[in-house]
């Protein structure tokens, strides 16, 4: 298990997204963004050049792997939202990200010594380099000697 002292600012973590086909946007899409860059793909290709994932379905993508790989075993309390959340390219069927976290902040409660937040930057870059996606994270992890395990 990692604790909040296990991180320290400029810590990197690299991960990577598993590509989305076609069928996968548009499904994601027909539930919960059914807009036509997402849907029709003769609309998304004339503007785009082919069919565009949803900003949605790219922000749980990046936070995927993160999450498995990573988060999975951190003494996680729990998110604290989200800020500066960008979607700054589209996404592209069959488009693995390279996505990469980098600790900006580790910070003890003053008030609950048992915790604290880590601040976290979130960015996803496509195959040719491009930033596509970034967020600030803040999450509230525990201490290590709150751990009764």
Do not use: C
């Not at 609309?43 to 999450?67: C, D, K, N, W």
């Not at 498995?68 to 996680?76: G, W």
């Not at 976290?120 to 970034?134: D, K, M, Q």
Request: hydrophobic content about 35%; overall charge negative; proline content about 7%.
């Amino acid at each position: 298990m990692r604790y909040l002292e296990d991180f320290s600012p400029g810590q990197v973590y690299r991960f990577r997204s598993a590509p989305m086909s076609a069928d996968s946007i548009k499904a994601f899409a027909k539930e919960w963004d059914p807009q036509r860059l997402h849907t029709d793909e003769d609309y998304a290709t004339a503007i785009h050049g082919s069919l565009i994932a949803s900003g949605f379905q790219t922000m749980l993508e990046v936070f995927r792997p993160v999450m498995s790989e990573m988060m999975v075993d951190v003494a996680n309390i729990g998110g604290m939202g989200f800020d500066n959340l960008r979607w700054l390219r589209p996404v592209h069927p069959n488009e693995p990200l390279d996505v990469e976290l980098t600790v900006n902040s580790v910070t003890p409660s003053k008030s609950k010594p048992d915790r604290g937040v880590l601040h976290y930057t979130l960015s996803a870059r496509n195959p040719e380099g491009e930033v596509v996606f970034s967020t600030d994270t803040p999450v509230m992890i525990q201490r290590k000697q709150n751990d009764t395990n």
